[in-house]
């Protein structure tokens, strides 16, 4: 694996989910980059996922502003 050009922190944000859950009242979840990976391995792992459909474990299957 090539290194990133950039640092990345591993306890840094990587991405905030945000919900008005079922009260209705603005809340977010965040998660880290170490997070975020041990995700993506473990459903990699569980789902026997190839290299090439890992990428979709990061896509969101929820509505947002941005389209």
């Known amino acids: 694996d090539a290194p990133f050009a950039v ?3 591993p306890d840094a944000l990587a991405t905030l989910a945000c919900s008005g859950g079922t009260t209705g009242l603005p809340k ?15 459903y990699s792992q569980s789902l ?3 290299t090439r459909y890992r990428p979709a474990l990061t896509a969101t299957m929820s509505p947002s502003a941005n389209g």
């Not at 979840?29 to 473990?42: A, C, E, F, K, P």
């Open 28 to 42: 977010g979840v965040m998660t880290s980059h170490t997070g975020l990976w041990d995700n993506l391995v473990h």
């Open 7 to 9: 640092p990345i922190d």
């Open 48 to 50: 026997r996922l190839k």
